[in-house]
């Protein structure tokens, strides 16, 4: 299997800062990367898809770049909204796997 | 607009069979897979399997033995079977729709069905 690891696992930050969330894969997962926010009480939400491809709706302060094993996402300007576990999972081979999570708290 | 919602009992016995549905509706459920994952309280989400339209499955390894997918495409339905279920497979369980079985991210979720495992 896949191992997907995320840096860190937790961060509080205030609002307007830039926030950047890492995601390491095991081995070569070319760019089928993609990020999923997930409120509390809440199922999981698409952000981003095949490493840099913003989800329809999906307000333009997230990105996602990378390639290979190495993966960030970031939010360019925090919201208060933004609260949230954000996950990263590969889509090159299953089994699928997701990374442990990244806590964001906003100050 | 696409909708996915999980139905199935929130309380099963240790070492019985956990059933779920994923009804489908706002759009056909070809051309796509239904991928079940599931979230222990707490923690984080786990791949258990997929199913395409026309029946064909992908489990995860780690469950295989105890998994079963099936799909109904009259009722627009996807099910999931876990046999012989213990105390660690109490979770959230979502169904979550992709469009091919490699590649592609899981674009449409339900909203998750809490099943405990308890006597």
């Known amino acids: 299997d896949i191992q997907m690891t995320q840096s860190p696992s937790s961060l509080s930050a205030s609002v307007g800062d830039r926030v950047t969330i890492t995601c390491r894969a095991s081995?070569?997962?070319?760019?089928?990367l993609n990020w999923y926010q997930q409120k509390s009480g809440k199922a999981p939400k698409l952000l981003i898809h095949t490493t840099s491809s913003l989800q329809s709706g999906v307000p333009s302060r997230f990105s996602g770049s990378g390639s290979g094993t190495d993966f960030t996402l970031t939010i360019s300007s925090l919201q208060p909204e933004d609260l949230a576990t954000y996950y990263c999972q590969q889509s090159y081979i299953t089994p699928f796997t997701f990374g442990p999570g990244t806590k964001v708290d906003v100050k | 607009q696409v909708q996915l919602q999980e139905s199935g009992p929130g309380l099963v016995k240790p070492s019985e069979t956990l059933s779920l549905t994923c009804s489908v509706s706002g759009d056909s459920i070809s051309p796509y897979y239904c991928n079940w994952i599931r979230q222990p309280p707490g923690k984080g989400l786990e791949w258990i399997g997929h199913i395409h339209y026309r029946g064909s499955t992908d489990y995860n390894p780690s469950l295989k033995s105890r998994v079963t997918m099936s799909v109904d495409t009259s009722k627009k339905q996807f099910s999931l079977n876990l046999s012989s279920v213990t105390a660690a497979d109490t979770a959230v369980y979502y169904c979550?729709?992709?469009?091919?079985?490699?590649?592609?991210?899981?674009?449409?979720w339900g909203q998750g069905t809490l099943v405990t495992v308890s006597s």
């Open positions: 081995q070569s997962i070319s760019n089928y």
């Open positions: 979550a729709r992709v469009s091919s079985a490699y590649y592609t991210p899981l674009d449409y």
